[in-house]
Structures are given as structure tokens and as C-alpha cells.
């Protein structure tokens, strides 16, 4: 736990303007729109504008009492305007807007908490939006996905859309001090400042579900930066420079060489600035041996990848192309079947299950829905939320596949982990013809079946809390096909599940629990929408194993107060997977002191995978 900060007592908007203003009253709105709990003040600093800014400052100033303005005699630009502005600014919480953006509701204060009840000094955004005149109306957006929701010097070095290019953060007055301000790097002053932060130690916490809008108009720094590539290149340079002992001793060549200012966008992007022992040491991550010294290996191994690769995308294309066309009619077949269901009962199903939901839930929810009802395709896996919430990276398999590789013979292991076609899943094991979430799921059951003396082939009725596509519960009724299996999920993902499961088992295979058909049915998978009425009245007919693999850490007190009053739907054994709590799951750890019912067989930490997480096996205590 992080020792107990001071109570921040004020935040300060810090807004600096320079000419071309239209936009500025709505960017002041935005700002009343956080539900803030406490003061807060907008610092206008104006760069000696030559049209009528100033004057529409003071007039909004009539209007909105908090904002108190400062008119530059002469113009500093923009680094130094920035700085002059914190410095005539009173908050102990900083947060650096521009004049034409607009934040996103209820934004800031998550991005306070945060930076109040955490280690972090400095809180982001988790996605940039982008739009021209109207924030209805989107071009695209970055999405911040890094490791722990944390942005480091690691980070900074290997992409270039992330929060240092932008001013989408929210610092402390402690950490701004650190850094000594702004740098003074008219255009690249955000990267700069960005790596005086990481550069101290004060890595960014991204967090989940806020928003931050771009307006791109005709002369902002987006078009200027392209037109002005060498200027911007030789500002970029000179920032990392300042901080030349974050990185080794290839990587200082590089940056110190007579042309790096133009080669500068090419190294980030193909990941050539690695760092020193110190740089490793400020991201608080293990340090990595980066180099690989002898050329000659270097290129054999890029050839073994290379050659690697080329055989896993033949293999995977032969599985797609597979008889696709009559893949392709199934599945929209099975699709318009469960779309129009859904688009009947979507209203009230979505308000029943909100009590469930975390906000970032029903953000994920609302554009995942969009997508069912107006391009979901076969290849759904490949949609943004599905492969952020539901997929996990290849890396962990070879540590997987070694421990199922001892429990199951090969054919049997084939059996259990081969793929369809459906959803197009990337195929990281040719041999088994399989994913890393296939992998990833299997590798869940087996050692809860070892640490429980569980024999999952004696299984007769499973219950999921939040079942993602319905992979977990295809794994599990190849291993006992005739179980009942039931899912408990957000309304959208029940239907995506009866859509995958139905091409892989039948239609004639799913039962969508609802109101008007309340009952769970035996050997089928049956699909329950959230609603507190069915799950209080259902029968479950006491289900054998619980599963929630990170689902229950990542849901409201609400819920888990819900399953754990309804004692885990009376379920004999419990798999349980959780992270630690955090700001973006505050009752993860919650879960580990729910247990009033159950002895605790094994609770340990998952080791293959980064940061904390741990496997909850349990079994109901017997009655007295």
C-alpha cells in the first residue's frame, strides 16, 4: 500500500491561449462538467494575442467566476507561457488543457483519485479522441494500452501516439517542481516535459474510461509538426539528450550523431532507443539484455523468425480459407438470428444489468453493442474491445503448453485446444492448431483440477461469471460434452456468445435465459443476461464449479457482494482468477475476503503472468 498522502485541496486549469480563440468557451464548459469534490480555479495566461482573444476572456470572465487571466506584455511562447501561468497559479493538482479542446466528462476527478489514493504523481487519459468541429462527430482516437495502465520511459521510447504528445495529463504541483517546467521547445515542449517526468522517476498512470477531445484545425501543432519535420526533429533530439544517461551506449550514438534529428520518428518506430540500467531501473521494471552483440546471430535469428512467421501464416490461412464460404453463411445466419432477438429486448435487458457495471463496463458495453448492430463480422476477434478485454498476448503459451504437455497425451490436447474459424483466432501453436487463449484457458482448469483433486470429466454443472466469447465454456464441453454450462454476462456479450457457440454446436445447443423463459436447462449452455431478478430466483440446481477468471475482480461491490450473498449460486468448488486492487478495479482484491463458506485451497500468485495476479481455488465447507 502507498503511504498516505496529503489531501489535495486544490486543482488548478491551466489554460494558455495565443490568437485564434473561437473555441475557448467551450473548452471553459467542459471544465464544469467533472463533478468535482474539490476547488478549483482556470488560469487563462494569454501569449500577447494580436486579434480579440483578450477581450473574449474578460467577457468570460464576467461569466465564470473561477477563472482569473494574465495578459503576457510580450509574448513568451508557448513553453514559457505554460510555465508563467503554473507559477501564477494556486493549486496543489495541475491539469494543462488548450484553448479549442474539450475534456471528457467526468473525466478529472478519476484522474484526481488516482493521483490521491495511489503512489503516481501524474494521471492520464486512456484515449485521445480526435474530431474537427463537432464532438459528435470522431475521426479516430489513440487508446493508451500499456502494461498495469502505466506509461514509462520504456513506453516513451518504442511509439509515438501516447500521452507525451499531447497535454492530456494531470500532475501535482510537487511533481511539476521536479522538473524544473516546461522545456523550451517550441512545438515538442510536451515531449520534452513528458520525459523530465519519466526521466525523475514519475511514471504516468493511464486511467480507465476518461476521455480527452482533439480538435484538429488547419494550423494546430498536428499539421505544423508534418510541415516542419527537421525543426521539430532537432527539438525532439534535444530533449532526450538532456536525459542521454536514461538510454545505453548504442542508443547515446545514435542520438548524438549529425543527423539523428532526421531520423529520429524512424528510430521510435522501429523500437531503436533502448535503455541503460538507469533508464530500466526509472520505469520499475526488470532490467533486459537488449543487445544482441554478434551480427552474424542477430541476422540467423531474424531469419528462424521470418522463417517462422511465414510457416504460421500459411498454416493459419489454410485453416481460414477452409471451406470459409459455407463458414461465412452459418455465421450470418446464426448472426441476423440473434440480432433481431437482441435489438428486441436490448433496452431493458441493458438497464437491468447496469447496477453490475463498473463505468469502463458500460463504456466497453455501449461501443461494443455499435459494433454488433453495424459491421460485426466473422472476424469479430479482431474489433479493439474484444481483443483488449478478452485476449491475452502469445507469450505465456510455451510455459503453458510445457505443463499441459505433461497432463494430456498430444491427440487429446489437440482435441481439447483446436480452433474453428470463427472469429478468425491468430493461430500461435501450429501443432495443436491453437491460440494462446485456448492455451490460456485450458492451463485454468487442469491446475484447478490438479490442486483440487477435481475430476472435471465427473463435472455435471458449471456456472461463469462473465464468459468473454464463450471459449472457456467450449474447452470445458469438450472435455464433458454433456454438462449443463451457464454463463452470467453483459447483454451484448451473452449474445455474441449464443452467436460464436451456436456456429461451433447448434443453435439447437443454446438457451437464453430471460424473464419470459426462466430456467436453466439441463446439457445445454445456457446464457443469462445480468438481471438481479432472474439470478435471485433462478435455480441453479447447485452447479459443481463456479469460474470467474478475472470477471468478478473487475465488477462493482455490488456484484460481489450479490454472488457472495447468493454464496457463489451455492457452487461446491470456486476457480477464481484475480488481480490486486487498483485504481481502475477498486475491489479486486475483494474477492479473497468473500470466502465465509469456503475453505481456501490454494490462493498463490500466477507467476507467467506480469504484475499481481492470483489463482482463488475453493471448495463450500461442509454443514455441521
Not at 466 to 479: E, Q, S, V
Request: proline letters at 3%; aromatic letters at 12%; hydrophobic letters at 35%.
Amino acid at each position: 500500500m502507498p503511504e498516505k498522502k496529503e489531501k489535495l485541496k486544490m486543482l488548478s486549469y491551466i489554460i494558455p491561449t495565443y490568437n485564434s480563440t473561437k473555441f475557448l468557451e467551450e473548452t471553459v464548459e467542459s471544465m464544469y462538467r467533472q463533478n468535482l469534490k474539490i476547488p478549483f480555479e482556470i488560469v487563462i495566461s494569454d501569449d500577447n494575442s494580436q486579434d480579440d482573444t483578450q477581450e473574449l476572456i474578460k467577457k468570460l470572465a464576467k461569466k465564470y467566476p473561477e477563472i482569473k487571466y494574465h495578459f503576457n506584455k510580450k509574448n513568451l511562447r508557448a513553453p514559457n507561457n505554460r510555465n508563467s501561468a503554473i507559477a501564477k497559479s494556486r493549486g496543489d493538482v495541475i491539469y494543462m488543457s488548450c484553448h479549442d479542446n474539450v475534456l471528457g466528462d467526468n473525466t478529472i476527478q478519476k484522474l484526481i483519485n488516482t493521483v490521491q489514493n495511489t503512489e503516481f504523481e501524474v494521471a492520464s487519459v486512456q484515449e485521445q479522441i480526435f474530431f474537427k468541429i463537432d464532438t459528435k462527430k470522431l475521426k479516430n482516437s489513440w487508446i493508451h494500452n500499456f502494461s498495469d495502465n502505466i506509461f514509462t520511459l520504456k513506453e516513451y521510447t518504442e511509439q509515438s501516439n501516447t500521452p507525451a504528445a499531447s497535454i492530456n495529463f494531470l500532475f501535482t504541483r510537487k511533481a511539476f517542481d521536479k522538473t524544473k517546467g516546461y522545456p523550451d521547445l517550441n512545438g515538442r515542449e510536451n515531449f520534452g516535459f513528458s520525459l523530465r517526468l519519466l526521466a525523475r522517476g514519475l511514471n504516468i498512470a493511464i486511467v480507465p474510461n476518461t476521455k480527452y477531445f482533439h480538435r484538429i484545425v488547419a494550423d494546430g501543432l498536428f499539421f505544423t509538426e508534418f510541415k516542419n519535420k527537421e525543426k521539430y526533429g532537432k527539438d525532439m533530439i534535444t530533449a532526450l539528450k538532456e536525459h542521454i544517461d536514461c538510454f545505453d551506449e548504442k542508443t547515446q550514438k545514435l542520438i548524438n550523431s549529425k543527423k539523428s534529428y532526421k531520423k529520429i520518428d524512424e528510430y521510435i518506430k522501429r523500437n531503436k532507443l533502448k535503455l541503460s540500467e538507469k533508464g530500466w531501473k526509472l520505469t520499475g521494471k526488470k532490467i533486459k539484455h537488449q543487445n544482441i552483440n554478434n551480427s552474424i546471430i542477430h541476422k540467423l535469428k531474424n531469419k528462424v523468425i521470418n522463417y517462422s512467421k511465414n510457416k504460421l501464416n500459411q498454416r493459419i490461412t489454410k485453416i481460414f480459407l477452409a471451406n470459409n464460404e459455407k463458414g461465412k453463411e452459418k455465421f450470418n445466419e446464426n448472426y441476423f438470428f440473434y440480432k433481431k432477438i437482441y435489438r428486441e429486448q436490448k433496452n431493458n435487458l441493458k438497464k437491468l444489468s447496469s447496477p453490475f457495471l463498473l463505468p469502463n463496463w458500460i463504456d466497453f458495453g455501449n461501443e461494443i453493442e455499435n459494433y454488433f448492430f453495424n459491421s460485426f463480422k466473422i472476424n469479430f476477434f479482431s474489433h479493439k474491445i474484444v481483443t483488449n478485454t478478452m485476449f491475452i498476448k502469445p507469450k505465456w503459451q510455451k510455459l503453458q503448453l510445457n505443463y499441459l504437455e505433461k497432463k494430456y497425451k498430444t491427440e487429446k490436447l489437440k482435441k481439447y485446444l483446436s480452433e474453428n474459424k470463427y472469429g478468425h483466432p491468430l493461430i500461435c501453436s501450429p501443432k495443436y492448431r491453437t491460440s494462446a487463449n485456448s492455451i490460456h484457458h485450458l492451463n485454468h482448469l487442469s491446475l484447478f483440477e490438479d490442486k483440487t483433486k477435481c475430476n472435471l470429466k465427473n463435472t455435471k454443472n458449471v456456472v461463469e461469471w462473465g464468459g468473454g466469447y464463450g471459449n472457456m465454456a467450449k474447452i470445458f464441453l469438450r472435455i464433458k460434452p454433456e454438462a449443463t454450462y451457464s454463463i452470467i454476462d453483459l447483454p451484448i456479450f451473452v449474445f455474441i456468445q449464443a452467436i460464436y457457440l451456436s456456429c461451433i454446436l447448434g443453435k439447437n445447443k443454446i438457451n437464453i435465459v430471460t424473464e419470459q423463459n426462466p430456467t436453466i436447462k439441463d446439457n445445454l449452455i445456457n446464457l443469462i443476461p445480468l438481471n438481479e431478478k432472474i439470478l435471485n430466483d433462478i435455480d441453479f440446481h447447485q452447479p459443481d464449479i463456479f469460474i470467474s477468471t478475472w470477471a468478478l475482480s473487475e465488477s462493482n461491490n455490488f456484484s460481489q457482494n450479490f454472488v457472495e450473498r447468493l454464496n457463489y449460486f451455492n457452487s461446491k468448488k470456486l476457480l477464481i482468477a484475480h488481480q490486486v486492487t487498483s485504481p481502475s478495479m477498486p475491489h479486486a482484491s475483494d474477492i479473497a475476503n468473500k470466502m465465509d463458506k469456503y475453505n481456501i485451497l490454494y490462493h498463490e500468485k500466477i507467476n507467467y503472468i506480469s504484475g499481481e495476479n492470483y489463482y482463488l481455488f475453493s471448495n463450500l465447507k461442509k454443514e455441521i
